[in-house]
């Protein structure tokens, strides 16, 4: 049997070290999100920011791992990348603000959970005048489903929503419809009535859209990456795009006026 030649050795150390940063990675960014959810009341009313700092987190999937020269290379590129949920598409209806914004904070939402339309509702709007409208920070949503099927099928609407270009105002539509407390009934001709709302402009592919299983499954995959790949066990969360920091709840506007600006300092000085 041929022995292996140096250079494919030192391969093999560099793609083996890269793998281990990012597997460190990530479980470094399960315990951040750990320690958001012990720590914050996830309230509208609470107090308590839930940020906390790790190493950026990268993808654990050995057959996504870069090749680098060295270990040190690995190293340096494991902690210089963004988040992995960070998307920067420019046709991403599912977002607010501008693609190339120096901090992009990620939102886990459910459609059917009422802190997550607090937020929407109360919160967001300053955000957005502050920081979106400026060019600062953009806002990038991911849908979930933690309650149930009405929640997956209120999810793939949005997504259905989403394929027409009115993500973010589907999104308007149905928080604003949302009770003050508890988990709303949202029945199929609801969904619609929010998408007319919203100015979806083709309701029938609309419909169509909605009750095809692959959006449903969409939301259902996100729902298991949140919850066994991430850790997040509660929603809204929030995670910045620097992979090191999070917060959870609809806390008040100081609060995230505090993580963002943080943000926005570290963005600065790299």
């Known amino acids: ?70 270990s040190e290379g690995a190293e340096a590129a494991a902690a210089g990348a963004e988040g992995e949920w960070v998307r920067r598409d420019a046709d991403d209806s599912a977002a607010v603000g501008d693609v190339d ?9 459910d459609p059917r959970c009422p802190f997550c339309a607090h937020f929407h509702n109360n919160i967001l709007p300053d955000l957005q005048k502050k920081y979106v409208d400026t060019g600062k920070v953009r806002f990038e949503f991911i849908t979930v489903a933690f309650f149930g099927e009405q929640s997956a099928a ?58 095809d299983q692959a959006l449903i499954d969409k939301v259902n995959d996100e729902t298991a990456k949140a919850q066994q790949y991430y850790g997040i066990q509660a929603v809204p969360f929030f995670a910045s795009s620097d992979g090191e920091s999070a917060l959870r709840g609809a806390q008040p506007v100081e609060n995230f006026e505090e993580f963002i600006d943080e943000q926005l300092e570290k963005a600065e000085a790299q």
């Open 1 to 70: 049997m041929a022995e292996n030649s140096p250079h494919s050795t030192k391969q093999g150390r560099s793609r083996t070290a890269y793998i281990i940063i990012a597997i460190i990675a990530v479980a470094a960014f399960i315990a951040v999100v750990a320690l958001a959810q012990f720590t914050s009341g996830g309230t509208p009313s609470g107090d308590e920011q839930a940020q906390r700092s790790a190493p950026s987190a990268s993808s654990a999937d050995g057959d996504n791992a870069q090749e680098g020269d060295s």
């Open 154 to 211: 209120a999810g793939s609407a949005m997504e259905a929503a989403g394929k027409q270009g009115k993500y973010s105002e589907y999104s308007d539509a149905l928080y604003a419809a949302a009770p003050d407390k508890g988990h709303p009934d949202l029945p199929e001709d609801k969904l619609v009535e929010f998408a007319e709302t919203a100015g979806v402009g083709d309701i029938e592919k609309f419909r169509k859209d909605m009750n």
């Open 101 to 109: 914004a120096p901090v992009v904070i990620t939102e886990w939402t």
